[in-house]
């Protein structure tokens, strides 16, 4: 257990729909960051939020949203889902300092 | 940030010493390089990071060249357990800044 907590760790939904992920950080970490996985791709970077407030933005679709709330738990959020949304989606937290990032275990959305 | 270039894929034998190279040689000063590896389709996992001295700890040494140009990271004895793909990541100090991943290298750990 990393300590940080992603839910669901499986969602399958249908084109259209929409879907909210959820992540805990570690106790005391302030940043979290969402990252999508395709099959067989890359990570690739979509969100940044620090202390309830957004860091930084990578690839992240108008389409997908997330927001870091005051208990620190984030939540990313997709709308209009389209088959290639599937993937696995990774939430991170950091402390403010330079230490490794803590990864969960990943929620794996299938768009049918 | 930087970039890293990895070789795609290597192989090692289970007991032996698994060296992975990275060549990162537009690193500035304030940057670090960092290990994650990923297991199958696990969250990644921290392994090591370092500034300009060698690290060690309980899972691995990083080795950085003196220049800062390039880095391996030394698995000291590889078990069937450490087949992942392997990112060397370099990414400004001092900040909470996203990590960069690029495709890794892909560790096969063999009997």
């Known amino acids: 257990d990393s300590g940080v907590t992603q839910t669901p760790k499986h969602l399958i939904t249908a084109t259209g729909q929409r879907v909210t992920l959820r992540c805990s950080p570690r106790?005391?970490?302030?940043?979290v960051y969402w990252y999508q996985q395709s099959l067989d791709q890359g990570l690739q970077f979509l969100i940044q939020y620090y202390n309830g407030e957004e860091r930084a933005k990578g690839n992240i679709l108008e389409r997908f949203s997330a927001q870091q709330f005051p208990d620190l738990h984030s939540e990313l959020n997709l709308s209009s889902l389209e088959l290639g949304d599937s993937a696995l989606y990774f939430c991170a937290s950091s402390v403010a300092v330079d230490t490794g990032y803590t990864f969960g275990s990943g929620t794996r959305l299938t768009v049918v | 940030d930087a970039k890293t270039t990895q070789p795609p894929s290597m192989d090692c034998a289970e007991g032996r010493a698994a060296n992975l190279p990275c060549n990162h040689s537009?690193?500035?000063?304030?940057?670090?390089v960092y290990w994650y590896r990923q297991i199958h389709s696990q969250g990644p996992q921290y392994i090591i990071h370092?500034?300009?001295n060698n690290e060690t700890n309980e899972m691995a040494s990083l080795i950085i060249t003196e220049d800062r140009k390039s880095s391996t990271l030394i698995l000291p004895h590889a078990t069937l357990r450490d087949t992942a793909v392997y990112y060397c990541i370099v990414r400004v100090a001092g900040t909470a800044s996203k990590l960069t991943f690029g495709t890794g290298t892909r560790l096969q750990v063999t009997l």
């Open positions: 370092g500034l300009k």
């Open positions: 537009t690193i500035s000063g304030n940057e670090y």
């Open positions: 106790s005391g970490d302030l940043s």
